[in-house]
């Protein structure tokens, strides 16, 4: 791996890694402990719709996508948080509409100059420079909101009846979260795909759950977990030339694996 990082773009890769694990470990953290991960899914995919509207219309990606998932994140937190035992249903029409309107927009796009295939499993050796500054940016203002708000985020987390006593608005911080969720999605799929958040988002949290005493211990130990993972499969994908974002997936998906191998040993050993 070491003479990997004579490349730049292999540099590039690995702090563009670094950084959406660190990202996807703050947020997966969220998403698991509040039980959102099938929302977080919808955000990502309804974030196509975005795509299309900036590919039919010309508008800039960033801008014009991150509206749109914003949009689409609304609609599902406010559904989510109003009527819980409908949620499922209206996300997963949400996250179907919008990956539809997206990749009609797409078709009917004069020229037809968008590769679908880089915004699933990602472009993580094609990261330029300038990425990795807004990923940068939004790797330490997250750190700095869920600092700022730390209390009352664990608060609404674990216990939102309390939470509400203790005069938490807790529809504030959902809505305020889902917000947070959206952005960090647009952000970092243009760089390591759709499918690859979604696997740093819940794989890495899903793990440390059962180890970590506290909110602070899990979003650590699950960007840490998350930086592991991009490391192997980044040194994988060099050493047997297969792709990048693909290998970082199985790689994510093995340890998964092993870990409810491990977690159903203990569980029958206690059982004893």
């Known amino acids: 791996m070491i003479e990997a990082l004579e490349f730049e773009f292999m540099r590039n890769a690995l702090a563009a890694g670094l950084l959406a694990s660190v990202i996807c470990g703050i947020m997966g953290t969220l998403v698991?402990?509040?039980?959102i991960v099938f929302l977080s899914g919808g955000?990502?995919?309804?974030?196509?719709?975005?795509?299309?509207?900036?590919s039919y219309f010309k508008w800039p990606f960033l801008p014009a996508t991150i509206s749109f998932s914003l949009f689409a994140a609304m609609l599902m937190a406010t559904v989510s948080y109003s009527k819980r035992h409908r949620a499922d249903t209206v996300i997963g029409v949400i996250w179907a509409l919008g990956m539809a309107f997206g990749i009609i927009l797409i078709d009917l796009t004069p020229g037809y100059n968008v590769d679908l295939m880089?915004?699933?499993?990602?472009?993580?050796?094609?990261?330029?420079?300038?990425?990795?500054?807004?990923?940068?940016?939004i790797s330490v203002t997250m750190v700095f909101l869920v600092t700022y708000y730390y209390q009352d985020l664990l608060a609404m987390s674990y216990d939102e009846e309390f939470a509400k006593i203790r005069g938490v608005s807790v529809k504030k911080y959902y809505f305020g979260m889902i917000g947070m969720l959206a952005v960090a999605v647009v952000l970092v799929m243009q760089v390591v795909g759709l499918i690859l958040i979604i696997a740093l988002l819940t794989i890495p949290p899903f793990i440390v759950e059962?180890?970590?005493?506290?909110?602070?211990?899990m979003m650590v130990a699950s960007s840490l977990l998350g930086a592991a993972f991009t490391v192997t499969g980044l040194w994988l994908s060099y050493r047997f030339n297969i792709t990048s974002g693909a290998s970082i997936i199985m790689v994510s998906g093995v340890a998964f694996l092993i870990s409810l191998i491990?977690?159903?040993?203990r569980f029958a050993g206690s059982e004893m």
Do not use: C, E, T, W
């Not at 698991?32 to 039980?35: D, G, K, S, T, Y």
């Not at 990502?44 to 900036?54: D, Q, V």
């Not at 059962?210 to 211990?217: G, T």
């Open 118 to 137: 880089s915004y699933l499993f990602g472009s993580i050796l094609a990261v330029p420079r300038s990425d990795l500054y807004i990923m940068a940016f």
């Open 210 to 217: 059962k180890y970590a005493k506290s909110l602070f211990q």
């Open 32 to 35: 698991v402990v509040n039980r």
């Open 43 to 54: 955000i990502a995919h309804a974030a196509y719709g975005g795509i299309g509207l900036a």
């Open 262 to 265: 491990v977690n159903k040993i």
